[in-house]
């Protein structure tokens, strides 16, 4: 399934290596992408409550 998505392997796809960057047309590999992905809305919401406690 072709969903115009167009990134490509960075390195191995598990550990970019000390120093490299991922760059916007490259990712990790699906699983550490989806983590990642994962990961944002809570970090989003950790956020927002510490904005909101220290005002």
């Not at 590999?29 to 989806?34: I, Y």
Request: hydrophobic share 30%.
């Amino acid at each position: 399934m072709d969903l115009g998505v167009r990134w490509k392997l960075h390195g191995d796809g598990r550990t970019p290596a000390p120093g490299a960057v991922v760059r916007p047309d490259e990712r990790l590999s699906w699983p550490r992408t989806a983590g990642l992905g994962a990961q944002r809305p809570l970090l989003d919401e950790g956020t927002s409550s510490y904005d909101e406690a220290s005002s």
